[in-house]
């Protein structure tokens, strides 16, 4: 989730972007000068949920892991700020005018809870990996504000796309890491744990709303998970997760979404 975005990028003379303003391209291999890092902190907690939320970030050292991995993998022109708190509700969001990243303790409580009750064998690894990739969806919003990227249609599904993105890629021996492939599966869950929690008839708010509905985001993430290794994945069409009819597209689909942020996060990844 996310406000407007503020960001201003500046051009280099010759008319290419230069979001860190040093008058050198972004993307020239001698713009180097980038020397922002992302702060993992957890805030107080009081409320019994903001507390069960709280423990399962802190105790697994999640946000700093988080952190790391954003300071190995890319430029920030300024710090960035990844907090954990207690906000009320079950949320997390990136702020454009903060500048930073919020992963609220009653979100984690929450992903607990849903697959608590779908009976997972480990609800607190599943209610982990799910806000790894709750992570990596505000992040998508974060690299579209901070370095002003365009984005067309809903930047809620946009974001989507890049914490799949993020997830999907295959390391340096040309493979998927499970366990963030699972990440994704369990993520894709999570909303149809929130369809199960909402119940009854799609209202004309859920239709307005600048998030996709919850099943059909489900979809989206089983798909892409299905499109960037479909052998490794063919469980989700054998199970009936996946209908056949949209697993059908789904490789073309992911390499497109991948091709796309290549071509816009390229100047930026370290």
């Given at each position: 989730?996310?406000?407007?975005?503020?960001?201003?990028?500046?051009?280099?003379?010759?008319?290419?972007?230069?979001?860190?303003?040093?008058?050198?391209?972004?993307?020239?291999?001698?713009?180097?000068?980038?020397?922002?890092?992302?702060?993992?902190?957890?805030?107080?907690?009081?409320?019994?949920?903001?507390?069960?939320?709280?423990?399962?970030?802190?105790?697994?050292?999640?946000?700093?892991?988080?952190?790391?991995?954003?300071?190995?993998?890319?430029?920030?022109?300024?710090?960035?700020?990844?907090?954990?708190?207690?906000?009320?509700?079950?949320?997390?969001?990136?702020?454009?005018?903060?500048?930073?990243?919020?992963?609220?303790?009653?979100?984690?409580?929450?992903?607990?809870?849903?697959?608590?009750?779908?009976?997972?064998?480990?609800?607190?690894?599943?209610?982990?990996?799910?806000?790894?990739?709750?992570?990596?969806?505000?992040?998508?919003?974060?690299?579209?504000?901070?370095?002003?990227?365009?984005?067309?249609?809903?930047?809620?599904?946009?974001?989507?796309?890049?914490?799949?993105?993020?997830?999907?890629?295959?390391?340096?021996?040309?493979?998927?890491?499970?366990?963030?492939?699972?990440?994704?599966?369990?993520?894709?869950?999570?909303?149809?744990?929130?369809?199960?929690?909402?119940?009854?008839?799609?209202?004309?708010?859920?239709l307005a709303d600048v998030h996709t509905l919850d099943l059909a985001r489900m979809?989206?993430?089983?798909?892409?998970?299905?499109?960037?290794?479909?052998?490794?994945?063919?469980?989700?069409?054998?199970?009936?997760?996946?209908?056949?009819?949209?697993?059908?597209?789904?490789?073309?689909?992911?390499?497109?979404?991948?091709?796309?942020?290549?071509?816009?996060?390229?100047?930026?990844?370290?």
């Amino acid at each position: 989730m996310v406000s407007p975005s503020t960001a201003q990028a500046s051009p280099t003379p010759t008319g290419q972007q230069d979001i860190n303003d040093n008058g050198v391209p972004d993307s020239s291999a001698d713009d180097t000068d980038w020397p922002g890092k992302m702060t993992a902190t957890y805030e107080d907690a009081t409320s019994p949920e903001a507390v069960t939320g709280r423990d399962l970030l802190k105790n697994d050292h999640l946000l700093e892991d988080l952190a790391d991995g954003i300071n190995e993998s890319l430029k920030l022109p300024f710090d960035i700020p990844l907090i954990g708190k207690q906000c009320g509700t079950a949320n997390a969001y990136w702020s454009p005018d903060a500048k930073s990243v919020t992963i609220c303790y009653e979100d984690a409580a929450d992903a607990l809870t849903i697959y608590t009750k779908a009976g997972d064998p480990d609800p607190k690894a599943s209610a982990i990996n799910s806000e790894i990739a709750t992570f990596y969806h505000e992040t998508g919003h974060m690299v579209i504000d901070i370095y002003d990227l365009p984005a067309t249609g809903r930047e809620e599904d946009v974001a989507d796309q890049l914490a799949a993105y993020i997830l999907l890629a295959p390391g340096p021996d040309g493979k998927i890491d499970p366990e963030s492939v699972q990440a994704v599966k369990d993520f894709a869950r999570e909303f149809k744990g929130y369809s199960e929690q909402r119940g009854g008839e799609i209202d004309e708010g859920q239709l307005a709303d600048v998030h996709t509905l919850d099943l059909a985001r489900m979809y989206n993430l089983e798909c892409w998970v299905y499109g960037a290794d479909p052998a490794g994945n063919a469980d989700l069409v054998s199970s009936g997760a996946l209908p056949q009819d949209r697993a059908d597209g789904c490789e073309d689909e992911y390499n497109k979404l991948s091709s796309s942020w290549d071509t816009l996060l390229g100047p930026y990844i370290k």
